[in-house]
């Protein structure tokens, strides 16, 4: 089985946060907000450019979080994907000190929570969202299928000791 | 790659649930969707994979499943008894004593006397049908004069089609003045082919005061002065018709008044040198992106409610179909796409010896504005409060709240006050419903059926199957207008056994049947290029009007010219106000969803670095914004991505009373908007406004 991740489109990702609610409604969240959604604007005027940034769990290959637990609730699947046992989980927070994007989220319960990356949607079908993005700026599938849609396309892998399952382009 | 989900693929999670297309109705775009239920619930709803929209969703339909359960919804009808005070009513109460009104006010006044306004139009078309021709009131309208009315009337007269659409993904060269695609309400199919074509090398301009969404993916950004436009498109087509840059063949075959305009150009001196004065854009770069436009093939100019914001807006919105007409980029590949329509019928139709005929002309024309293409909204409450110019003593509201949504709030409100019948029909609350007499709960778009026209460029008809059982005594407005009718002699003529037998007569002219639609949620025809060719152009020429026969006929300068818009900063106020949405929100209606509240719970006002830094406000702040009209205090936000003297509200905040969580948060700016009425469409000048600000 090929390792999972994903591609995001800088140019196409308009910061809409649809895939924010769609991820919200498909995975009933709650409170809680698995995506997190970035505009950053910059330079002077009338001299701007702004990017925006969709983040979900990167499930990167050396996950910090998971490293970091003391109670061993993360775990990493064959395909790749980081998951959370929540019943494990004692609510420490350290895994979100240890994760370089800040990904972990703590509902009212305590329990950390996040990406799932759709867990319970076969892998032929997009994730909640992918099939929402008006705009296709997210793309799921095998690394090494991301890596030739990326390189079409000038993108690169994003970098960093973690190894973030992230294909960028920008 | 993998396609986004086909109708049939299965989830898991769906694997029990009922899927029935639907139509997503939080905004007027009306995206194809799909909804899964189960035991009368919505468990999953997506975008309809195989129409036009294929699957994409906005971010305000993704959070509107709340709808179909949220508690703040209208539950039953209700009767006001005094103010913010209402009585719950039952159905056949609240129909009958809105009957006898309605006889009444027909015996009294006559029946012109009663209007209809809308902002969504589900089903509304019963009401029309019932209004206009059994009734006999001439004045059924929409909002369209607090939206793109400027850029209606500019295509009507210009290139004889309502709506044009957008080719996008075809084209290699957009540019784009006052419409932010990619942030305000989307076109979702639109959002897509623009980005595919920036993908493909596509060149985009974006003119607008506000580095808007759309902005950040142009290549380059004009931050052109507020409400100029006009003088910009003016000095493009000086520099095309100069250097003969046109498509002469198209323009001698296709165009009407080629000659005159361009010797209109010529004489009025609208060169660059003269716009840039004006505009604030170099001369130089006007004649740039004019060689740029003209030589790109295909190409397209457009805009939508932005330059309507300005009392100058009408000829700046006819100078953007102009300019397209003069290199020939009309409805071909990449081009603007007039648009077919799908072969539609009326659910029903009224004997001729059954109608109604109105003896006065409708509002708008008897206002003064024979050309609007809809009613001019902002002298609503002066017709209603002095009777001119004819009596209006009866309104229905459905979906609509312009005592938020137009400048000079309290007048509407006065005014609604003065009514002898007022109807409320909407599925919230809203401050409009809080001044009618009678408010009524209207159906969802999970709880009501409708067929209806979709956006697509290719002719499209979409279905709405009802996938939940009414929410309390909500009714849709097919069940609402039947009731009266039953009750006014015409429920002869208001007949059905289910909602199916009215939509087979509105599909029965489409190649497909309503059985198979119910499968497919849509009917989706052939996309046809340059049907003009077959058709000619529906104005009065037949041909795209340069110089407008219409505007001819009832007095106007015919050729495009530039004013200046009407209200200039000054010492006094030295900042121009400027309106933008907000691009989880639509309008005045999505505020109160609690996922999209999480997201944007409150707006605010952007200033430029610049100037902020000058006036001591620091992002984040509390500033107040005083204009000649009023005053209100606002959230500053402090960005690098505005036209410095502007200062950009986000509006469709600050509920004063009633919609339910999102009561007070954020500031509702149309308070200190004065009533400003473009002098021919009729739209209302939402920008032009001058103001002073301060820190407080």
């Known amino acids: ?170 | 790659m993998k396609e986004t989900a086909g109708t049939t693929a299965t989830l898991e999670r769906l694997r029990d649930a009922r899927m029935t297309p639907g139509i997503c109705y939080v905004c007027p775009w009306t995206c194809p969707t799909e909804v899964f239920t189960r035991n009368g619930e919505v468990v999953y709803v997506r975008g309809n994979t195989q129409a036009s929209t294929k699957g994409s969703r906005c971010v305000k339909g993704e959070a509107s499943h709340v709808l179909a359960k949220d508690d703040n919804r209208l539950k039953h009808p209700m009767r006001r008894v005094g103010p913010n005070e209402f009585e719950r009513i039952g159905w056949d109460e609240a129909l009958g004593l809105i009957a006898e009104k309605l006889t009444a006010i027909k015996a009294k006044w006559g029946p012109e006397a009663v209007a209809y306004l809308w902002h969504v139009d589900p089903n509304s078309v019963f009401a029309q049908i019932f209004l206009t021709e059994c009734y006999g009131t001439p004045n059924y309208y929409g909002h369209t004069s607090a939206c793109e009315q400027d850029r209606r009337l500019a295509a009507l007269t210009v290139l004889g089609h309502v709506f044009p659409v957008h080719d996008y993904e075809r084209s290699k060269f957009i540019m784009l003045l006052g419409i932010n695609m990619l942030g305000a309400n989307q076109n979702l199919y639109e959002s897509r082919g623009l980005l595919a074509a920036l993908a493909q090398g596509a060149r985009l301009v974006v003119v607008d005061p506000a580095f808007t969404a759309t902005a950040e993916k142009a290549h380059e950004w004009i931050p052109i002065a507020p409400g100029t436009d006009g003088a910009l498109l003016l000095a493009m087509a000086h520099v095309i018709v100069q250097e003969k840059l046109y498509d002469e063949a198209f323009c001698r075959r296709w165009t009407h008044g080629f000659d005159e305009l361009c010797a209109h150009l010529v004489e009025r001196g609208y060169t660059p040198e003269w716009a840039e004065g004006i505009t604030d854009v170099k001369a130089g770069t006007i004649r740039r992106l004019a060689r740029e436009f003209a030589a790109a093939r295909p190409a397209m100019i457009e805009t939508f409610k932005g330059l309507g914001n300005y009392s100058n807006g009408l000829d700046a919105s006819r100078m953007v179909y102009v300019l397209n007409a003069l290199t020939g980029q009309i409805d071909g590949p990449g081009n603007l796409i007039l648009k077919d329509w799908a072969p539609l019928q009326p659910p029903l139709s009224v004997p001729e010896e059954r109608k109604s005929k109105p003896t006065r002309p409708p509002l708008h024309v008897a206002m003064g504005y024979p050309l609007a293409p809809d009613l001019p909204t902002q002298l609503l409450p002066e017709a209603i409060l002095k009777g001119t110019p004819y009596p209006v003593k009866g309104l229905f509201f459905q979906c609509t709240n312009p005592v938020m949504s137009e400048p000079n709030t309290r007048l509407y409100r006065q005014a609604l006050g003065e009514l002898e019948l007022s109807v409320a029909i909407d599925t919230y609350f809203s401050e409009t419903a809080a001044e009618c007499q009678f408010v009524l709960p209207e159906a969802s778009f999970y709880e009501r059926a409708e067929v209806r026209q979709s956006l697509a460029m290719p002719p499209e008809a979409i279905l709405c199957v009802p996938a939940l059982d009414p929410y309390h005594e909500a009714r849709p407005v097919y069940e609402i207008v039947r009731g009266l009718a039953e009750r006014m002699g015409y429920g002869d003529l208001f007949r059905w056994d289910s909602w199916e037998e009215w939509a087979r007569r509105i599909v029965r002219d489409l190649p497909t049947d309503l059985d198979t639609m119910k499968q497919t949620g849509f009917w989706s025809g052939e996309l046809k290029y340059n049907k003009f060719e077959q058709t000619g152009f529906a104005t009065p020429s037949g041909k795209i009007e340069l110089k407008s026969e219409s505007f001819a006929k009832h007095g106007y300068n015919p050729l495009p010219e530039y004013r200046n818009r009407k209200v200039v900063p000054d010492t006094d106020y030295p900042f121009q106000l400027i309106n933008t949405k907000f691009e989880m929100h639509c309008n005045l209606t999505t505020q109160s969803n609690p996922i999209l509240l999480r997201i944007r719970g409150e707006n605010w006002a952007e200033l430029n670095t610049a100037d902020a830094t000058r006036l001591g406000i620091k992002d984040g702040d509390q500033m107040e914004i005083v204009s000649p009209t009023g005053r209100v205090v606002i959230k500053a936000k402090v960005r690098p991505g505005i036209r410095p003297g502007v200062v950009c509200v986000r509006h469709g905040h600050g509920f004063g009373h009633w919609q339910g969580i999102a009561k007070g948060r954020g500031t509702h700016i149309n308070p200190i908007l004065d009533t400003n009425v473009n002098p021919i469409s009729g739209g209302i000048g939402y920008n032009e406004c001058k103001v002073r600000i301060r820190r407080v």
């Open chain 1, 1 to 170: 089985m090929g390792k999972k991740g994903w591609l995001f489109d800088v140019n196409k990702c308009t910061g809409c946060h649809a895939c924010e609610v769609a991820c919200a409604t498909w995975n009933q969240t709650g409170a809680v907000s698995w995506r997190t959604i970035a505009k950053i604007e910059a330079g002077s005027y009338p001299n701007v450019t702004t990017r925006n940034l969709s983040m979900p769990c990167l499930h990167c290959d050396n996950a910090p979080c998971m490293q970091s637990c003391p109670v061993a609730a993360i775990s990493k699947a064959a395909d790749g994907v980081v998951s959370v046992n929540q019943a494990t989980c004692v609510g420490c927070m350290l895994c979100f000190w240890a994760c370089p994007f800040g990904v972990p989220t703590f509902g009212a319960e305590g329990k950390m929570s996040k990406c799932t990356y759709c867990g319970d949607r076969p892998a032929d079908l997009p994730r909640a969202c992918e099939e929402v993005c008006p705009t296709k700026a997210i793309v799921s599938g095998d690394m090494e299928e991301l890596e030739s849609l990326a390189a079409l396309q000038g993108g690169e892998r994003v970098g960093g000791p973690a190894g973030p399952a992230l294909f960028i382009i920008r």
